[in-house]
């Protein structure tokens, strides 16, 4: 359960942190404290695929590619975006990046905004030497439109690291309890739109881990986004987070009261297919293992993101991204061939079973 005090307040004398430092809070927050969901879960554990004992497949045979912006993935697996910024997501990404090559999996950078501002700071996003060929997202904040970024940042980002597709992220809530966030979302949709009819490369919405409605999906199909991501609750609560790094009582109490805030990934999952028919969507947002890829594929995704899970694994090394990515996979592939599915088309297509849980 989410706890309603807050930590020390440390001196704040000096004014706002710096991005750097908030970087580097957000990965050690995330690596050495629970901030799960306390109650809200992903909504997948009230799905199930109807078990085939007969599938007729062989599963040397079952097909787990994808292709998605002109390139062709091994398996629907998403390394989410996470970090960047700071000296130690460098070592991160780095092995990130060295995995994803190694799989031909997709692979998100966090936040771009550090490397922006500090150019200092971009080299700890500059992953593509060590994957060469993979897919790679770049990612701002869209709220960052209201605070003088547009078309020529986004350009940047996306040169920074030579990346494949841009991801714009929405993180109101996230935001809203920081002290200092950017909390200026009026009129976004517009300057979304403008930005997306400029850049040479396609552009991702995605949320953080709040979902987004039917009509979120609708209208940033309508201008013009390549794919979304739904990022929806069940995981990692970033309100929990910014509750570990709140400089006082007040702003802990605040973000607290936002611990089970939002929308199950599986129903924004089908929100987002509602909204945004044929438009490729991404799952994201509490999901542990290839059962839960596979669930979202079912419920009309094109593919599976973790981030607390690969986090884990890159801070101890690439191998255990490695075995990580395998594990996904065969868990994947098995529950294809049980589900009697040879593609991930046909698992796309595959109904799932709705069961009552406690």
């Known amino acids: 359960m989410s706890?309603?005090?807050?930590?020390?307040?440390?001196?704040?004398?000096?004014?706002?942190?710096?991005?750097?430092?908030?970087?580097?809070?957000?990965?050690?927050?995330?690596?050495?404290?629970?901030?799960?969901?306390?109650?809200?879960?992903?909504?997948?554990?009230?799905?199930?695929?109807?078990?085939?004992?007969?599938?007729?497949?062989?599963?040397?045979?079952?097909?787990?590619?994808?292709?998605?912006?002109?390139?062709?993935?091994?398996?629907?697996?998403?390394?989410?975006?996470?970090?960047?910024?700071?000296?130690?997501?460098?070592?991160?990404?780095?092995?990130?990046?060295?995995?994803?090559?190694?799989?031909?999996?997709?692979?998100?950078?966090?936040?771009?905004?550090?490397?922006?501002?500090?150019?200092?700071?971009?080299r700890t996003y500059r992953i593509r030497a060590y994957a060469p060929t993979a897919l790679l997202f770049g990612n701002l904040g869209a709220v960052q439109f209201n605070y003088g970024y547009g078309v020529e940042e986004c350009q940047r980002a996306v040169d920074m690291i030579e990346a494949d597709a841009l991801i714009l992220h929405f993180n109101v809530l996230q935001e809203a309890v920081q002290p200092e966030g950017d909390t200026n979302f009026a009129g976004l949709l517009s300057k979304v739109e403008a930005v997306v009819k400029r850049l040479p490369v396609p552009v991702i919405a995605k949320e953080v881990g709040w979902g987004f409605s039917e009509q979120n999906a609708r209208d940033l199909a309508n201008a013009g986004v390549s794919a979304i991501d739904v990022a929806g609750s069940g995981g990692t609560s970033w309100s929990e987070v910014e509750y570990h790094r709140a400089p006082t009582a007040f702003h802990a109490r605040v973000a607290a009261a936002f611990a089970d805030w939002g929308i199950p990934t599986a129903d924004a999952i089908q929100y987002a297919v509602k909204g945004a028919p044929g438009l490729p969507i991404i799952a994201s947002g509490g999901l542990r293992d290839g059962i839960d890829i596979a669930k979202c594929i079912g419920l009309g995704a094109i593919m599976g993101g973790l981030a607390g899970p690969f986090l884990k694994a890159a801070d101890q090394s690439v191998e255990a991204v490695d075995q990580l990515i395998r594990e996904l996979s065969a868990q994947l592939r098995i529950a294809m061939l049980c589900s009697s599915a040879p593609t991930i088309a046909a698992l796309q297509q595959t109904p799932l079973l709705k069961v009552e849980t406690s």
């Open 3 to 122: 706890k309603v005090t807050g930590p020390p307040a440390p001196d704040t004398s000096t004014g706002d942190r710096q991005i750097e430092d908030r970087k580097a809070d957000h990965i050690r927050i995330n690596l050495d404290q629970n901030v799960q969901f306390p109650r809200v879960t992903t909504g997948l554990e009230r799905y199930r695929f109807m078990h085939q004992a007969l599938p007729e497949l062989d599963l040397a045979e079952v097909d787990s590619r994808i292709s998605l912006f002109g390139k062709t993935l091994s398996a629907p697996i998403l390394i989410s975006s996470m970090t960047g910024g700071t000296e130690i997501a460098l070592r991160i990404n780095e092995r990130l990046a060295e995995a994803a090559e190694m799989h031909q999996i997709a692979i998100g950078l966090g936040s771009q905004r550090a490397g922006i501002k500090d150019p200092a700071q971009a």
